[in-house]
């Protein structure tokens, strides 16, 4: 294994999972500037996350359904315009 290549600044950081607000404390060398008091009373640099093991759909066993209906009816509103104007120049060929 090679020498001196892992950091050294190991320090407490809570990690939170701003979807459902699960916080764990772990050490980790990732910068923030953002603090949290925890449990123990100390303060502690907060790293938040978009998700985590308690949120994750595989881990939850909870899918989310994506209504792609939804999503093509959105964007046919969107550029209808543009729709009708490539049907009409198709015609024309």
């Known amino acids: ?12 950081v809570v990690f939170q999972d701003m ?17 949290i008091k925890w449990e ?3 303060e502690y640099p907060l790293i938040k996350l978009e998700i985590s ?3 994750h759909p ?7 359904l994506v209504d792609t209906a939804g999503r093509v009816d959105k964007f046919r509103t969107k550029y209808k315009r543009h ?4 049907k009409v120049t198709e015609e024309e060929k």
């Open 1 to 12: 294994m090679k020498a001196d290549i892992h950091p050294k600044n190991y320090r407490f």
């Open 19 to 35: 979807s459902n607000e699960y916080s764990f404390l772990t050490r980790s060398t990732a910068n923030t500037k953002e603090t």
């Open 40 to 42: 123990d009373g100390n």
């Open 53 to 55: 093991h308690t949120s």
């Open 58 to 64: 595989f881990y939850t066993g909870k899918q989310q």
């Open 83 to 86: 729709l009708k104007e490539n």
